[in-house]
């Protein structure tokens, strides 16, 4: 049996919790049978890639861990990067919402009052 | 197409900065005899929406600026109010043809398709597309093709026809380019019919510089094509 260092279980544990979701998400109807095949590919090549040894002579127990604690922080640190940049997209999308309604409101207003012929 | 067939079809411009050019592309509208024309000024700094006021258009305003595809949306809800029975819509900048609006809205019309393409990468007629802008156009109808499921030639295009149909279905929610791809996902899940149309493009001083100037209605930009890409793969596996 191969032997992981703990980073890069961390890796493939969290790549396989994202195709899981992906899958659920998929079997709930909420995601397409193309969407799923993109996201396993993405988060498949993030597996993939914990699998391949590594290139780091980890010939001690300290290094590992310090590896470890990098490879945690990077993956909270993107996803959390991610969520946020939904999130934010999200409130830009309400703030134009407003904008439109505002424009059609303010249009339909004029020619109410103004341009009757239309 | 009767003449009686123009009045059902609205023409939309999404337009930021474009106090130069507006004017003219209007009267060039007219030219080939349609008066419906609403002018969505998205945030300008300039007289783009006075100028589009005075043409005698019908005028929308956003207050500030919210990237093409908002534009192209509210337009569109405009048209759909005042019982559009079709759509049109092009750019501002002036490198689209008026004429190549009645062969955009003729699919539509004779109730062929329900969203017609105005491609400029399937004629061979007006300014040739500048090769570094070739490339983005194929690699942006590959990413639509992978992340929206749908392949046509100019996924990009801003000149586009819609039926009444497809605009009571599409709603979009993406502000800048991503629109337009976003529109083709959206047609491809509700089922619509899609077609192309060759049209000419004239790439002028004029255009080529508002590119260069605004990054928000640039997607030949190659940043905004990154960025484009990067959202689309976080949008893809984040929701």
């Known amino acids: 049996m191969m032997d992981f260092a703990l980073y890069q279980i961390i890796i493939m544990a969290f790549g396989g919790i994202l195709i899981l979701r992906v899958i659920i998400r998929f079997l709930l109807k909420k995601k397409t049978l193309r969407e799923l095949i993109v996201a396993t590919i993405i988060w498949g090549s993030m597996i993939f890639l914990g699998y391949l040894p590594t290139p780091l002579n980890l010939n001690d127990k300290f290094s590992e861990e310090y590896l470890s604690v990098i490879t945690i922080s990077l993956i909270i640190l993107f996803y959390s990067t991610f969520s946020n940049m939904i999130k934010t997209e999200r409130l830009e999308n309400s703030v134009t919402r407003v904008i439109r309604r505002k ?9 109410d009052t103004n341009n009757k012929n239309l | 197409m009767k003449k009686s067939d123009y009045k059902k079809i609205f ?18 509208i007219r030219k080939e005899g349609f008066e419906n024309i609403i002018v969505v000024d998205d945030g300008s700094t300039d007289n783009t929406f006075s100028i589009a006021k005075n043409s005698g258009c019908i005028t929308l305003k956003h207050l500030i600026n919210r990237g093409k595809g908002a534009a192209t949306q509210t337009g569109m809800d405009m048209a759909k109010i005042l019982n559009a029975q079709a759509v049109v819509t092009l750019d501002a900048d002036g490198q689209h043809f008026a004429d190549d609006i009645f062969k955009v809205v003729k699919p539509i019309i004779e109730d062929e398709s329900d969203i ?7 004629s061979n007629k007006g300014d040739p597309m500048p090769k570094f802008r070739k490339f983005l156009n194929i690699l942006a109808n590959i990413m639509t093709f992978i992340f929206y499921g749908i392949y046509v030639s100019d996924s990009q295009s801003g000149f ?19 629109f337009e791809s976003e529109v ?8 619509l019919k899609i077609s192309e149309v060759p049209i000419k493009v004239a790439y002028t001083d004029y255009s080529r510089n508002k590119y260069n100037e605004i990054k928000d209605f640039a997607p030949q930009n190659i940043f905004n094509g990154f960025s484009m890409f990067i959202k689309m793969v976080i949008r893809s596996i984040m929701t």
Do not use: C, M, W
């Open chain 2, 11 to 28: 023409i939309v411009i999404p337009a930021y900065n474009e106090a130069k050019v507006i004017a003219s592309l209007i009267n060039f």
């Open chain 2, 116 to 122: 017609v393409i105005g491609s400029r990468l399937k």
């Open chain 2, 184 to 191: 083709l996902h959206q047609a491809e899940n509700y089922n």
């Open chain 2, 160 to 178: 586009r026809g819609y039926s009444r149909h497809a605009l009571q279905t599409i709603n979009t929610s993406q502000d800048k380019y991503e």
């Open chain 1, 103 to 111: 424009a059609i409101e303010d249009a339909l207003e004029t020619y």
